[in-house]
């Protein structure tokens, strides 16, 4: 069963990046999605090898974003696509047949196409403005995420969706009460997160899912 929390990771360095992901293991998430924008094809690959290895010590999923050669080539448990990555059926000739594949939607049309191209899990966004992305689509807020799987429910559609963008703490219980499987988030952990807040945290996940 994938995971109700998934930490993106944040950082403008690999030190930046390898501490915030390290306190987010600390901290109790079991699901890490590398997300660091260099043409350092290098430096990425150090990044993901020591992200792997501290991801192995925790028993953590470690997904990469974007990249499915990288995911490959350091053996990571997965790799999330955006709409306009590399295709899904592309990612699956690639990768292992066990490796877990994740896509982006904004729409309830993008989640049906990445339902019918068999992804793994879909992570629907923004739920509200952010500035850990450039380039941000339509804000869809609760009532886009209350029509989206109210529809979803109605067409007989199951896949797990993650609600993305913005979300606090405060957030999290009525996105739950949509269906949603979960919620990916980036500066809501790497923000001084604590164990209580945590604690808190994962009850809400668990309790209103």
Not at 45 to 65: G, Q, V
Request: aromatic share 10%; net charge negative.
């Amino acid at each position: 069963m994938f995971s109700k929390l998934q930490y993106i990771s944040q950082g403008e360095t690999i030190y930046s990046q390898i501490k915030n992901i390290h306190h987010a293991l600390d901290t109790g998430c079991d699901w890490i999605q590398l997300r660091f924008k260099t043409n350092n094809k290098e430096e990425l690959r150090d990044l993901a090898e020591a992200s792997k290895l501290l991801c192995d010590t925790y028993s953590a999923t470690f997904i990469i974003n974007d990249n499915p050669y990288l995911c490959q080539e350091v053996d990571a448990d997965g790799v999330h696509l955006g709409l306009t990555d590399m295709s899904i059926k592309e990612a699956r000739l690639l990768l292992d047949e066990f490796k877990i594949i994740g896509g982006t939607a904004n729409t309830y049309e993008d989640v049906v196409q990445r339902f019918e191209e068999n992804c793994d899990y879909i992570g629907l966004g923004p739920y509200k403005f952010t500035t850990t992305k450039q380039n941000l689509s339509p804000i869809l807020g609760l009532e886009g995420y209350q029509r989206i799987l109210s529809k979803l429910k109605e067409e007989g559609i199951q896949i797990p969706i993650y609600a993305i963008g913005g979300i606090q703490l405060e957030d999290v219980e009525d996105l739950m009460k949509t269906g949603i499987h979960g919620i990916a988030v980036s500066s809501l952990i790497t923000n001084k997160f604590q164990e209580n807040n945590y604690s808190q945290l994962n009850t809400t996940l668990y309790v209103n899912s």
